[in-house]
């Protein structure tokens, strides 16, 4: 199988700050060199500039810092219209040009740079700091105990930052149109439900359809399901959308319910599902030692990547399992007297109860798990050093990856 023979390609793009999006930018990079295009923009500029979905991606699927980059993608910015606008957030352009040029030229050619001011806001309504600290006298929780509630009764502001600034600068300048019918290929992002144990995808979708696990949601802008998704508990307070019947409902981080969305591309017919994500836990190294040296910080990422890493390692294992298992079955059902029709029939059943599609190829793209600098480095940091170190950890990840298969 070439890659090259895939009419469907799908990039899923997961969670993990500025640190995870710098390393999807490099993995984008590999994917460029290796001839893959990013289709986006309005519907005419895509069927003009893509007409063919050879070695093409046209849907994109987004989780946190994921949704950032897959946006950006979905409106029609390259690759190094992403990197400018992170380096000139820092006061590092890499094209030499002048804001005052950069401006002359509408979008999807620039972006506008992207700075701390963009991603960190202060939770705060009305303007005045004051306003954090009485937070911490709302509602008494209904729970009791001894050192916990005393936590919960002492703590409850509902996020240090907001996302509005991010949203902010996705509506007035990555994203003018702010709709994802607008859009020529298929953006999702997931995020969600705070109140609820409820996965919500926000796209394109003929109405709004829930069950008690998982929503399709349409009635958010692009900028508003972003930043839903890019509220990361407890920096950032959950982010509030009006539905579509008027109630405000409120949202968080698109990772908490599912590391890898790779099924919202696989349910919208990809049969090429690369799949980026940056968290990686660190492994012993002699040169660093045990992380108890480091402190609490550093022992708490650790823990949570191990989480996330232990979901996704479940989510390929069952991917496997299930290929395996169809496999068996069909294998069995071959050698027995049972008619071929029926054979068939089995197998569909078989793929259909399990969610399985046999034609789907998936590529996963993640750090090296000895690569301690990833794991070290920075979640918010936008030091185009930094920055720089991790978009060639994506890049070199990717092309490792890449080896694999026949472009």
């Known amino acids: 199988m070439r890659l090259s023979e895939k009419q469907n390609l799908a990039l899923v793009l997961s969670g993990g700050g500025v640190k995870a999006a710098a390393f999807h930018i490099g993995v984008c990079i590999a994917l460029r060199e290796k001839g893959f ?10 069927t003009n500039v893509f007409p063919s979905n050879e070695m093409t991606f046209k849907t994109y699927v987004g989780s946190s810092a994921g949704s950032v980059i897959a946006t950006f993608l979905a409106a029609g910015y390259d690759i190094d219209s992403i990197v400018e606008a992170f380096m000139r957030g820092t006061g590092h352009s890499t094209a030499g040009k002048s804001e005052k040029t950069k401006r002359q030229h509408p ?4 972006l506008r740079s992207l700075s701390y001011r963009d991603i960190f806001a202060l939770n705060v309504k009305a303007g005045h700091p004051s306003r954090i600290f009485s937070s911490f006298f709302k509602k008494t929780p209904v729970i009791s105990g001894g050192l916990e509630v005393l936590l919960k009764r002492g703590f409850k502001v509902s996020g240090v930052f ?39 995808i926000f796209g394109n979708f003929p109405e709004t359809t829930k069950t008690e ?16 998704s890019a509220a990361l508990p407890p920096f950032f307070a959950p982010y509030a959308i009006h539905d579509d019947r008027g109630r405000e409902i409120f949202y968080f981080d698109g990772e908490i319910r ?45 823990a ?19 290929k395996q298992l169809i496999s068996a079955v069909d294998g ?18 078989l793929v259909s109860r399990t969610n399985f599609k046999p034609n789907t190829e998936y590529i996963y793209i993640h750090p090296n798990p000895d690569d301690y600098e990833m794991f070290f480095a920075d979640h918010f940091s936008l030091n185009p050093e930094i920055l720089s170190k991790i978009v060639k950890t994506g890049f070199k990840a990717a092309m490792q990856s890449l080896r694999k298969y026949t472009i």
């Open 213 to 228: 696990e998982m929503m399709h949601a349409n009635f958010a802008t692009v900028s508003q399901a972003v930043a839903a």
């Open 304 to 322: 949570l990547y191990q989480v996330v890493q232990q979901k996704i390692a479940n989510h390929l294992k069952t991917q496997k399992m299930v």
């Open 162 to 200: 907001s996302t509005e600034n991010l949203e902010k600068f996705l509506r007035e300048h990555a994203h003018p149109e702010n709709t994802f019918k607008s859009l020529g290929v298929q953006l999702y992002v997931v995020a969600t439900q705070l109140n609820h144990s409820r996965k919500v």
């Open 37 to 46: 295009k990013f289709a986006g923009g309005s519907p005419e500029h895509v």
């Open 258 to 302: 599912d590391t890898l969305s790779t099924h919202v591309a696989t349910d919208q017919g990809a049969d090429l599902v690369v799949a980026s994500y940056s968290i990686q836990p660190y492994h012993y190294n002699k040169a660093i030692g045990s992380l108890h040296e480091f402190g609490a910080p550093v022992i708490f990422n650790q």
């Open 107 to 110: 979008a999807p050619a620039y």
């Open 332 to 349: 069995y059902l071959k050698q027995t007297d049972i008619s071929a029709e029926h054979r068939e029939k089995l197998i569909e059943i």
